[in-house]
């Protein structure tokens, strides 16, 4: 019999080499999480950049606006330079352009419309939500303190221009040396000078953190270089273990194995050098009981051939994966897409406008491509999803799907009527992508001819189910294409109007598939359509 000692040892061998993986496992999510952060330093850094190049932009169109409403009283200029203020300060609701080339336009020009009234979002609110440090945030706040304080003569100035008669001339200039003069030029120099200070501190910290990942990362590849030494190490150990107690080779047991199996229970002819406890030498002494045991041998051959074949059997498929690949190329696309777009707000109308153009296509299609890896990525999870189902408030996942649509819904216009949901079997953050690409359809494909609608409604259906509704009075779908409509990437509509990547129906077949659901269409073109869809009742 084999003793219990040499189990023991490859037993421990066994469960330290997968201890050690595991550790090995861990220092790499530690690795990941580091270059995940510097990701974030850059991002923040980009982030405060342009709330620092918006304050500097809305200080220059101050002195554009008022100059040019000194120079030539033309009313348009004042009301622009007033907007500015109110944008600033959070009285206006800022542009969609504004960190482009809005304030670039003359108010005058063809397509310059005033910022909307209403309550929107001070300048140094924004700051603040960025997290600044609370140096960063004291350069920008005497930034704007100096911009604003510049606005007295800016004020005074535009005072004098309208006080004065039609042919007082030195009032006029009065008025324009306000706005020219050495301390005019002092007061904009002083207002960039904290600004200057500010994106300095802001390299610093960027550069800060990008230091402490590169050595959080030095010091991680030499714990790799020990883990690979150290795993070495153990699969030796369990290897000379394993022979030890095999008393040779894998193939030797086999072939030994194999021979019995076939009913040769001789010696072998130069017998590996085997200890007495070892499973080459139990073989040994269970072959010479065998041939003893002559008239039993049709009985154990076949034990013995049932044994291999079940050996055989053993083989597994290993299982491929698909998502790593969409989830590792968002890193670079987001970094093509960030810079393509710092490109574009540079350079836009320094270079002729065949390069403008290719900017601009560039930007459009890297967005889109990001689109496409983000939908597939979501398709993949919904896909390899093995959470369990778990009773779901479809109110809330409405809820949730509404408020991630929320500037969709704002800048289209569409109403929404959202009927009692019911409590269902699926998986929450599931149930909100459902919801969500159903109402991102149809805000899509609306009508221009008629205002938009959507209502979501629920009632029960057969043996525990719900049936969803989620109709819109949009321009709706032929009826020979209701099949197509949920295969990937079938766009029916792929006009330059709408956008999207022809995965969000598929992805919706997908979620209420694995809900144990069914899915169908219904619409006539320029009709509206109604997507239905059956959810098992929590």
């Known amino acids: 019999m084999l003793k219990n000692g040499g189990g023991r040892g490859l037993s421990q061998r066994v469960w ?79 542009p969609d352009d504004y960190d482009s080339f809005y304030w670039h336009l003359a108010p005058s020009m063809p397509g310059f419309s005033r910022p909307e009234a209403g309550n929107g979002v001070p300048l140094l609110e924004l700051m603040r939500r960025e997290g600044f440090s609370d140096e960063e945030f004291r350069r920008l706040s005497d930034a704007k303190s100096l911009s604003d304080a510049l606005t007295a003569r800016e004020f005074e100035a535009m005072r004098l221009m309208e006080a004065a008669a039609p042919d007082d001339r030195e009032a006029h200039v009065a008025a324009i040396r306000l706005l020219h003069d050495e301390g005019y030029r002092r007061a904009k120099v002083a207002i960039m000078a904290p600004i200057r200070e500010f994106n300095e501190l802001v390299e610093r910290r960027t550069l800060a953190a990008v ?19 150290a795993v070495a190490a153990l699969l030796w150990l369990t290897y000379a273990e394993a022979r030890s107690i095999l008393g040779g080779t894998v193939q030797d ?9 076939q009913g040769d229970f001789s010696v072998s002819p130069s017998p590996p050098p085997a200890s007495g406890n070892s499973v080459l030498a139990e073989l040994g002494r269970m072959a010479e009981k065998l041939g003893s045991l002559e008239a039993d041998r049709a009985s ?15 083989n597994a498929d290993l299982e491929q994966f698909a ?41 459009v299609n890297t967005k889109k491509m990001t689109q496409l890896i983000h939908d597939l990525l979501e398709y993949s999870r919904a896909s390899r999803q093995t959470d369990p189902l778990e009773p779901s408030s479809a109110n809330e996942a409405m809820v949730q799907a509404l408020s991630n649509l929320g500037p969709d819904l704002e800048t289209s216009g569409v109403e929404v009527c959202i009927g009692e949901l019911p409590d269902v079997a699926a998986v929450p953050s ?28 629920a009632e029960p259906g057969e043996q525990g189910y719900w049936c969803f509704a989620v109709a819109d009075n ?15 990437f079938q766009r029916l509509n792929p006009a330059a109007e709408t956008e999207g990547t022809g995965i969000g129906l598929t992805l919706c077949r997908r979620i209420v598939h694995r809900f144990g659901g069914a899915i169908w269409v219904e619409s006539v073109s ?7 869809f059956t959810l098992r009742a929590a």
Do not use: C, W
């Open 16 to 94: 330290q080499t997968g201890l050690l993986f595991l550790a090995f496992v861990l220092s790499f999510a530690v690795y990941v999480y580091g270059e995940k952060q510097v990701d974030r330093a850059n991002e923040l850094r980009q982030s405060s950049y342009r709330l620092a190049e918006q304050l500097r932009q809305s200080s220059d169109d101050l002195t554009r606006m008022v100059r040019s409403y000194v120079a030539t009283g033309d009313v348009s200029f004042k009301e622009a330079y007033q907007d500015i203020l109110d944008v600033r300060d959070g009285l206006r609701r800022r």
């Open 211 to 229: 230091h402490r990942a590169a050595n959080v990362a030095f010091v991680l590849r030499l714990v790799f270089m020990a883990f690979t030494v």
């Open 253 to 261: 047991v086999h072939d030994r194995i194999t021979r019995i199996g």
């Open 300 to 314: 154990v051959t076949a034990e013995l051939r049932e044994k291999n074949e079940a050996l055989e059997r053993s």
């Open 323 to 363: 998502y790593v690949a969409s989830h590792d190329l968002q890193t670079p696309l987001r970094n093509i897409v960030s810079y393509t777009q710092l490109l574009e707000r540079r350079y836009k109308g320094r270079l002729d406008d065949d390069a403008d153009d290719f900017i601009g296509f560039v930007v």
């Open 430 to 457: 599931h149930l909100v992508s459902l919801f969500q690409n159903l109402l991102g359809n149809a805000i899509k494909y609306r009508s221009a001819d008629r205002a938009a609608r959507i209502s979501v409604t």
């Open 474 to 488: 949009g321009i709706g779908i032929d009826p020979k294409y209701h099949d197509k409509v949920f295969e990937i």
């Open 526 to 532: 320029d009709g509206g359509t109604t997507v239905f």
